[in-house]
């Protein structure tokens, strides 16, 4: 039987009231520029497609709204002088080569149609590395915000998503990635890396499952309020 986000809650010795909830649904690269209509990488838009991402994530994004819970989006983006963007890796000297690679301020650097993008919604861009957390805000708005557990949706789990789930466990946050909100290419390398890595930083469970759990825990907080 799949370990729910109850189950993460509990073993923190958290309530399971609305207003204790201290987790955030957190989505990786969900743009129109890496995995949507506009994608540099249209084996991993094809995947993404395949697996349901976009309406899985949009979903949880949806619910969470709902249930007051934070939904916060890390994107990526570059200045057309590539100021603040370092070339180390062999992945950026490739895609920085285009000069319109999500570009900022372009519809390349927009999230995906799917996830509804609300204004109690939080952006953070960043323009270096491939993981989230170094030299953004996203830990401190976190913190500010309660956050203890993350919900993790998006790509890759090539690199991206393995390495938010990594930088949460290493700064204390519990993680818990939604299964089929998450994609790597090919297909089948993004589902050995769940079952031989990123199960062992966290917990692996459906959107479904993910979604009862939520409205579960959110009718209780509700009752006790």
Known sequence: MAVLLQDVLKAQGR???LSALPCAVVTMEL???VMG??????????VAKSVGVPEHAG??????RELHIPVVHCTAEFRSDRAGTLTNTPLHTTLLRNPAHLLEETPATELIPELRLSPADIVLPRR?????FTGTN???????????????????LNIGVIGLCIEAVNLGYS???????????PLDFGQEILTHSLRLLAILATTAE??????SEGASGQDNL
């Open 138 to 156: 996203l830990d401190a708005t976190l913190r500010n915000l309660g956050v203890q557990t993350l919900i993790v949706t998006g790509v890759s």
């Open 128 to 132: 270096h590395g491939v993981s989230p």
């Open 59 to 64: 979903e949880l994004a949806a619910l969470a």
């Open 15 to 17: 309530s399971n009231k």
């Open 37 to 46: 209509d506009l994608a540099s990488f249209p084996d991993l838009a094809a």
């Open 175 to 185: 993680v818990v990635i939604a299964t089929d909100a998450v994609c790597g290419v």
């Open 210 to 215: 993910l979604l009862v759990a939520l409205r």
């Open 31 to 33: 743009q129109r520029g």
